[in-house]
């Protein structure tokens, strides 16, 4: 079933990337965005479509590493635009953050927060900004506003803009016949629902859970991680994962360490195999899926450059868990929102 859940997702076939259990991460100590920007806010936006009802939900995720924003911007009850955010703010108050939105679309963003409010640039190549947002905090409110522009030296235009106020009724709506089709026709389905399974890495054994789901009008899959010893967390990661008709895939990956790692993927017929790359674009690991009867195995393996021999890392074997049954609208997932 899709929902819009404010925890995204890491591919199935590499949540297990998570699987290095190494101990966790200390918790984050309390930023800016994690004081200015708490719980869900609402309210009436402008959008190039006309008046809408803007939402937000903000929440301290992965250890405290991430403060995860997923949004809508609704008219007539359904979301004419929606995405999540994922931000990490860094001591000197430097913000880097990635937003996935309902076009298919990713884009990164960088800035600075201070306590009044945050500016966040997406730039090209050539380091032109492209788009900003900017958010201003008062009182646990939020004045925000997203611009865009055309090119280098025009000016920017108002895409959204309103003023979200903390309270109110959070919106909830069923997801499009139209992204259910989007999805269940992606070749990455194989990996929506939940899987489990045994673990065993060069740090020792672990039990892992992977939970995927459809999200943003169909456009991403999203996947939660959490690997477990003794019965406590010792490591937890979200992924975005976008998968073409051809089985081609990218997964954005944000774990508890505060890191982001992007790999890039190819379903087979079998399996998966995906990599993660170097600065010069060499794989230093690779991810190595083969589905079973039950669910499928999962292996990491890992060089220190080009030409070295691939070392293993990790080596798992997952077994899909039987869904519950769907829960009334309003209360499907963690927030309660279609997808």
């Not at 990337?17 to 200390?26: I, L």
């Amino acid at each position: 079933m899709l929902e819009l859940l404010p925890a995204l997702l890491l591919s199935a076939a590499l949540a297990p990337q998570a699987g290095a259990q190494e101990p966790a991460a200390p918790p984050a100590a309390e930023k800016v965005l994690a004081r200015a920007l708490r719980g869900d806010l609402l309210g009436p936006q402008q959008t190039p479509g006309g008046p809408a009802r803007g939402w937000m939900r903000f929440e301290q995720v992965l250890d405290g590493q991430w403060v995860r924003c997923i949004g809508a911007s609704l008219a007539g009850g359904q979301p004419v635009y929606s995405f999540v955010q994922m931000m990490r703010e860094r001591d000197d108050g430097a913000v880097e953050a990635w937003r996935f939105d309902s076009t298919g679309q990713v884009s990164a963003w960088f800035g600075k927060a201070e306590t009044r409010g945050m500016s966040l640039d997406w730039t090209d190549e050539e380091g032109a900004v492209l788009a900003r947002q900017e958010w201003g905090f008062e009182n646990g409110d939020c004045d925000f506003r997203l611009l865009r522009r055309a090119s280098e030296g025009a000016a920017f235009t108002s895409q959204v803009a309103g003023l979200l106020r903390a309270g109110g009724q959070r919106p909830t709506w069923k997801p499009s016949a139209a992204a259910e089709l989007r999805l269940e026709q992606n070749p990455y389905a194989f990996y929506l629902g939940t899987f489990c399974g045994k673990e065993s890495s060069v740090f020792g054994d672990s039990e892992g859970s992977t939970r995927t789901e459809g999200i943003l009008d169909g456009q991403w899959f999203h996947s939660s991680y959490r690997s477990e010893v003794a019965g406590r967390s010792a490591y937890s990661g979200q992924g975005f994962v976008r998968c073409g008709a051809d089985g081609r895939y990218q997964l954005h990956w944000f774990d508890t360490f505060g890191d982001h790692q992007v790999l890039d993927g190819a379903l087979g017929e079998d399996g998966a195999v995906a990599f993660l790359r170097d600065g010069e674009g060499d794989p230093v690991e690779r991810h190595t899926d083969r589905y079973t009867a039950a669910g499928y195995t999962f292996r990491i393996e890992k060089r220190d450059g080009p030409d070295d021999p691939w070392k293993g890392f990790m080596t798992a074997t997952y077994t899909r868990m039987a869904e519950p049954p769907p829960a009334p609208p309003g209360e499907d997932g963690e927030d309660g929102q279609g997808g």
